[in-house]
């Protein structure tokens, strides 16, 4: 998609290092980083450089293929897997993304090692591309349906950054809103500010001003009188971790985004490519919430009255803070899976009609 007229990805490999765009320094500067070793690799989900499932996984996928660029003795490529995966705990994409690049390198000794990793890092992102490409073109029907009855602007509300900066391209929840866009339906969009790191209105809210989709950031807990006023049409979300059973894991503040849609009637959907089904875990108990460090609470950034980027502390410097980054949205309130093979019911008995394993 584009920034400043000009089309990127999220990732790219370019004459031996990856490159990301540095998404801790957006909405106020664009900086694209090298992302040199699996080291920085590692630093750069952690510190979330790049965040979203999809493109923690696309990340982690090129991360190996740095190690073995680095160093590719079995035993550092198996070391630096490990450390991948325990650099962010809750989305999935990202140990499905390693596993399968361990997959593809096991047994591989001979000079090609690289480039087989490197194809499968880039084969990666195009299927995550296209995936959610289609997940654009599945949640598009939705979209559609309730601009025919309506016969005007479809408002739509969004938690966090579901969009193509947390993917490679297109976004998941974000991608049913470009292809209407696209189409010429009015769309527009209520971006939930999503603190603590604000992804809503730093990421999302951005995005969405380049390609010139009407959208207005509103306080995390707005959305409940705005759908109690009929101004919210649908709601959809992206999720780091959907159990076969359709609980889903995402940005904290989307379950309580869910109960106020079901008391008010109003749809809410979420949007995922099937690296996000974690088909072993059975009971959401046993998901892994990641704790963050409690100042990125207490501490906010923003630009100074001279345009400088500044960090502020705000709350009581005594004050304790606790920051969960994912809260459970079960299954019940969730209206439908939108995939890339389609739209089920968010369930064991939807996702198998899908994904038939
Ligand atoms: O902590 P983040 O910014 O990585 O959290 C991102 C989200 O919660 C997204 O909604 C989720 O990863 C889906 S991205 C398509």
């Keep these: 998609m584009k920034i400043q007229g000009k089309e990127y990805r999220t990732i790219w490999y370019e004459r031996n290092v ?61 070391k630096s897997a490990e450390k991948l995966i325990q650099s962010r705990p809750t989305a999935i994409n990202l140990k499905w993304a390693v596993d399968r690049m ?13 480039d087989i990793a490197l194809k499968e890092a880039k084969e990666i992102c195009d299927e995550d591309e296209k995936f959610c490409e289609n997940i654009g073109i599945n949640g598009l029907k939705i979209i ?21 900066l947390a993917t490679i391209n297109w976004g998941t929840a974000t991608s049913p809103i470009y292809h209407a866009h696209k189409k010429g339906i009015p769309v527009h969009v209520w971006v939930d500010e999503t603190r603590p790191r604000n992804q809503g209105a ?19 807990n707005t959305g409940g009188i705005l759908m109690q006023r009929g101004e ?55 998901i892994p919430i990641e704790e963050r460090n409690s100042e990125e609470l207490s501490y906010m950034e923003g630009l100074d009255e001279s345009g400088n980027v500044k960090k502020i502390q705000i709350y009581p410097k005594r004050s304790k803070a606790m920051n969960l980054a994912f809260d459970i949205t079960p299954a019940k309130y969730v209206t439908a899976l939108v995939t ?7 369930s064991t008995k939807g996702l198998n009609s899908l994904f038939k394993r």
Excluded at 150 to 157: A, F, G, M, Q, R
Excluded at 202 to 219: G, M, R, V
Excluded at 255 to 283: E, M
């Design 18 to 78: 990856v490159k990301i765009i540095d998404q801790t320094k957006l909405p106020h500067q664009f900086i694209i980083k090298e992302v040199k070793t699996v080291k920085d690799s590692i630093n750069a989900i952690k510190i979330m450089e790049v965040r979203g499932a999809p493109l923690i996984g696309g990340t982690a996928a090129y991360g190996i293929a740095l190690a073995v660029q680095e160093n590719n003795d079995p035993e550092f490529i198996k």
């Design 102 to 114: 361990m997959k593809k390198i096991s047994g591989i000794n001979s000079d090609q090692i690289l």
């Design 144 to 164: 559609e349906e309730i601009y025919n009855k309506k016969k005007d602007t479809v408002n739509i509300l969004t938690h966090c950054n579901a969009g193509w």
């Design 202 to 220: 730093n990421l999302t809210s951005y995005e969405l001003n380049e390609e010139e989709i009407p959208n207005t950031i509103i306080a995390d």
């Design 232 to 286: 919210v049409d649908m709601c959809i979300v992206g999720t780091d971790r959907t159990l076969s059973n359709g609980d889903v894991c995402n940005k904290i503040g989307t379950y309580l985004k869910a109960l106020a849609a079901k008391d008010n009637n109003v749809p809410f959907y979420v949007a995922l490519p099937s690296s996000t089904i974690d088909w072993n875990i059975k009971n959401h108990k046993d």
């Design 340 to 346: 890339e093979k389609g739209i089920c019911e968010a």
